[in-house]
């Protein structure tokens, strides 16, 4: 799993339903990111966080919010979900002190909302 | 509009074959990945290149970087259908924000 751990891998939610996906990494790394993956839209960043205590939004931050309570732990949060955030959810971990942006991934949280 | 194109978007090919997939933008990258995913798992990390006109290989894949650093190519020689899966680029830019920004991918699909 790259040092990556998704949960939980899939759910089903209604429309309004709030739900916390959780990632957490075992490599100590600072940055952690979440994507969100549709056909033919390739990965879109959501959120991140370069180092613990801070976040960034990413490409496509309404609807979501995040919390990076400790270094190893990146949770996502759906406050009021909608049917436009059924997706597949990635969570990645970026290598400290790594010059290039090289990401190792989660095996993803598959979301459907009715 | 996506930041990074890449062409083609679906693939079929027969085992054997050679293929090239393409990864275009208008956007000069600092540095360009390719990842390959397969179904119900997440990307993982093939190459990264970094300097422009750069070319690297893994065993049957080459790599290349545009000399100006903005597309990039990947090069398939006789095609297994272990290479069957989603192959995606994604690029960063000097922007001083350390994020990824993906391309939609190209589904490849390997008959035997």
């Known amino acids: 799993n790259a040092g990556v751990t998704q949960t939980p891998k899939f759910q089903v939610l209604k429309t309004g339903q709030s739900m916390t996906l959780q990632c957490a990494q075992d490599?100590?790394?600072?940055?952690m990111y979440w994507y969100r993956q549709d056909p033919g839209m390739g990965l879109r960043l959501i959120y991140y966080?370069?180092?613990?205590?801070?976040?960034d939004k990413g490409e496509v931050p309404n609807g979501y919010n995040v919390s990076r309570l400790n270094k190893r732990e990146f949770s996502l949060r759906l406050e009021s979900a909608a049917p436009s955030q059924t997706s597949v959810y990635f969570c990645?971990?970026?290598?400290?002190?790594?010059?290039?942006?090289?990401?190792?991934f989660g095996e993803g949280s598959r979301l459907t909302v009715l | 509009t996506q930041l990074l194109e890449q062409s083609p978007q679906f693939l079929s090919i027969q085992e054997g074959e050679n293929l090239t997939v393409y990864c275009n933008s208008s956007?000069?990258?600092?540095?360009l990945q390719w990842y390959r995913q397969e179904p119900g798992e997440g990307p993982v990390l093939l190459v990264t290149?970094?300097?422009?006109?750069e070319v690297k290989k893994l065993k049957r894949l080459t790599f290349q970087f545009g000399d100006a650093r903005k597309d990039s190519s990947l090069h398939i020689t006789a095609a297994q259908p272990g290479d069957t899966g989603l192959y995606l680029c994604?690029?960063?830019?000097?922007?001083?924000?350390?994020?990824?920004?993906f391309g939609s991918g190209t589904r490849l699909q390997v008959q035997p």
């Open positions: 966080s370069a180092s613990e205590g801070t976040t």
């Open positions: 990645a971990r970026r290598r400290t002190g790594a010059l290039t942006g090289e990401l190792f």
């Open positions: 490599m100590n790394h600072n940055s």
């Open positions: 290149v970094v300097t422009g006109g």
């Open positions: 956007s000069v990258f600092s540095s």
């Open positions: 994604a690029g960063e830019r000097d922007t001083g924000r350390r994020a990824l920004t």
